[in-house]
């Protein structure tokens, strides 16, 4: 299976700033034929399931706002949130979807400093 | 709009078996691959199963509920299924079903699964 790392583990910003996520692969999800990236960020708050939030690691899915984005290809992605708001407390996980065995990042849990 | 309402989870016994259901409404059923996953109490997400859409001919399991586990669909019922069969205390968490379009678009609230005596 293709191991995702996220890193850091957890996240202190303070409102307003910028938070960036970072997520590795333990081999590319990238495939060179159509040069798309396989990989997606989900937010997922207490008591809730997750939310889609990115995919082909930069496309944003309908309604998620603009201050999220994602960046990234081949094994290194990120995930970055350009002004932190009350309401971005949350954990973040990537997952790839370039494989079969589909495959999550241990998550990343983002607080307000 | 989308919605996914999962049923049938419990407490059961080490060895026991129960049957989640997943009923989708909000969008055509039948076209779309459908998942289970599951999140251990604290822990992060696992795919646990898939089926194509259509009859759902090819499904997918994950190693660790290989051979215990099964997933089926009823299109006409838009219902989704997961018997787990042979329940051990490691397959505690709770389960989702998603809408699989390789990425999960939609997901349920949930229902959880102990596995406890």
């Known amino acids: 299976d293709i191991v995702m790392t996220q890193s850091p583990d957890s996240l202190a910003v303070s409102l307003g700033e910028r938070a960036t996520i970072n997520c590795k692969s333990s081999q590319s999800v990238s495939y060179s034929s159509n040069s798309k990236n396989y990989l997606a960020w989900y937010q997922q708050k207490p008591g809730q399931p997750p939310k889609l939030l990115i995919y082909?690691?930069?496309a944003r899915e309908s309604g998620v706002p603009d201050r999220f984005s994602g960046s990234g290809s081949g094994t290194d992605f990120t995930l970055t949130i350009s002004s932190l708001q009350a309401e971005d407390v949350a954990v973040y996980y990537c997952q790839q979807y370039y494989s079969t065995s589909i495959t999550f990042g241990q998550g990343t849990r983002l607080e307000i400093k | 709009e989308v919605h996914l309402l999962e049923s049938g989870g419990g407490l059961v016994q080490p060895g026991g078996s129960l049957r989640l259901s997943c009923a989708a409404s909000?969008?055509?059923?039948?076209?779309?691959?459908m998942s289970w996953l599951r999140q251990a109490p604290g822990r992060g997400l696992e795919s646990v199963s898939s089926?194509?859409?259509?009859?759902?001919?090819?499904?997918y399991y994950a190693d660790s509920v290989k051979g215990r586990f099964t997933i089926s669909r009823d299109n006409s019922k838009n219902t989704l299924y997961l018997q787990m069969n042979s329940l051990r205390a490691e397959d505690t968490a709770i389960y989702y079903c998603?809408?699989?379009?390789?990425?999960?678009?939609?997901w349920g609230q949930g229902t959880l699964v102990t596995v406890s005596s």
């Open positions: 089926i194509i859409s259509g009859g759902g001919a090819t499904t």
């Open positions: 998603a809408r699989d379009a390789k990425v999960f678009d939609s």
């Open positions: 909000g969008f055509t059923f039948s076209s779309y691959a």
């Open positions: 082909w690691a930069s």
